[in-house]
Nanobody, 126 residues
Framework: VQLQASGGGLVQAGGSLRLSCAAS????????VGWFRQAPGKEREFVAI????????YYAESVKGRFTIYRDNAKKTVYLQMNSLKPEDTAVYYC????????????????????WGQGTQVTVSS
């Protein structure tokens, strides 16, 4: 049961990146998968989530309208398309999954997730 994040890099402000979270079958099937980020000296914060049952998406206010989360079921991968990047988006980005078949409404804090991938660094230069 694992998640593997990738796709980070260095980009200029205004640019785009697409992060990928490849999951094993048990980490992907009927699980909500989200993205968090952690900047140096700051706590890990919620970025986005895609719900497995209703296919609803939720975003942090700071990224709404710029980031899009979506999934490819055939590839068992969740993506985070990041456009119009800003220097304040610089952080290590983590993907995470909630419990199997979780259908609640708690998904904004670290403790709401049971599976975590390793981080991928995103650096946005000004």
């Amino acid at each position: 049961v694992q998640l593997q994040a990738s796709g980070g890099g260095l980009v200029q402000a205004g640019g785009s990146l697409r992060l990928s979270c490849a999951a094993s079958e048990r980490a992907f099937d009927r699980r909500n998968v989200g993205w968090f980020r952690q900047a140096p000296g700051k706590e890990r914060e919620f970025v986005a989530i895609l719900l497995w049952r209703r296919r609803s998406t939720y975003y942090a206010e700071s990224v709404k309208g710029r980031f899009t989360i979506y999934r490819d079921n055939a590839k068992k991968t969740v993506y985070l398309q990041m456009n119009s990047l800003k220097p304040e988006d610089t952080a290590v980005y983590y993907c995470a999954a909630q419990g199997f078949m979780y259908d609640g409404t708690a998904y904004y804090t670290v403790s709401d997730y049971s599976l975590w991938g390793q981080g991928t660094q995103v650096t946005v230069s000004s």
